[in-house]
């Protein structure tokens, strides 16, 4: 069983940044693919970015490539999201999902993941 705790949310001005950190409970936290989500309001979840156990494998949705960084920190049991650039179609809850690595055509999707953090409010103002 593992635990996630996103925190790091915020409101900011668009063109500005945040960082997002998701902690993760347990010994086994480099054999996780870590993911980062989110959901707007009245839009489905969809895939941000994540990073493969050992950070050899990043990916990224177009939406946000270039200007988020994913990274981990697996002494620290923690992976963020460098958030740069924020648009205001960037407002959601982002979401941080552990999940045994499956292959890459599982990263982008709900169904790779099996551990989900409460989610914390980002909100890009125009």
């Known amino acids: 069983q593992v635990q996630l705790v996103e925190s790091g949310g915020g409101l900011v001005q668009a063109g500005g940044s945040l960082r997002l950190s998701c902690a993760a409970s347990?010994?086994?936290?480099?054999?996780?693919?870590m993911g980062w989500f989110r959901q707007a309001p009245g839009k489905e979840r969809e895939f941000v970015a994540s990073?493969?156990?050992?950070?050899?494998?990043?990916y990224y949705a177009d939406s946000v490539k270039g200007r988020f960084t994913i990274s981990r920190d697996n002494a620290r049991n923690t992976v963020y999201l460098q958030m740069n650039s924020l648009k205001p179609e960037d407002t959601a809850v982002y979401y941080c999902a552990a999940g045994q690595w499956r292959g890459s055509a599982y990263v982008r999707i709900s169904d790779g993941y099996d551990y989900w953090g409460q989610g914390t409010q980002v909100t890009v103002s125009s």
């Open positions: 347990g010994r086994t936290f480099s054999s996780y693919n």
């Open positions: 990073v493969s156990g050992t950070g050899v494998f990043i």
